[in-house]
């Protein structure tokens, strides 16, 4: 599906009425009915640009390069593989446009953080 700026910013406005504060990238993935976070970075940039786009406050929490390799380490330590989707759905990590934005790509992330990159064949 096609959506406007004007529909997404809708979209926000829409979950704030509903749940009482703006959404989490992590509650809009995790939501069948919404429009991906991809899909506002498409739109707007970053996901903070949305919702800075909205009015909403962004949620800012600036990691160094080397808390978020920490954090892709921990992920990982705690039994499962740090997937894109898996990491996406966390709320307490940096969400997965961060870590391609930082290291180039998210496989690039995985390699700096010392973890195997698998492939999707």
Not at 56 to 82: H, K, V, W
């Amino acid at each position: 599906m096609t959506y406007t700026d004007t529909e997404l910013l809708g979209v926000l406005h829409e979950f704030a009425d509903k749940h009482g504060n703006p959404p989490t990238a992590p509650e809009i993935n995790n939501a069948d009915d919404l429009p991906t976070v991809d899909t506002f970075i498409r739109h707007f940039g970053t996901w903070n640009d949305a919702l800075d786009a909205a009015g909403f406050e962004p949620r800012l929490r600036r990691r160094s390069n080397e808390e978020l390799l920490t954090e892709l380490r921990e992920f990982a330590s705690d039994g499962e593989y740090p997937t894109h989707t898996a990491v996406g759905d966390c709320e307490d990590m940096a969400s997965p446009s961060t870590y391609k934005r930082r290291f180039g790509s998210w496989s690039d992330a995985l390699d700096a953080a010392g973890l195997p990159v698998l492939n999707s064949k």
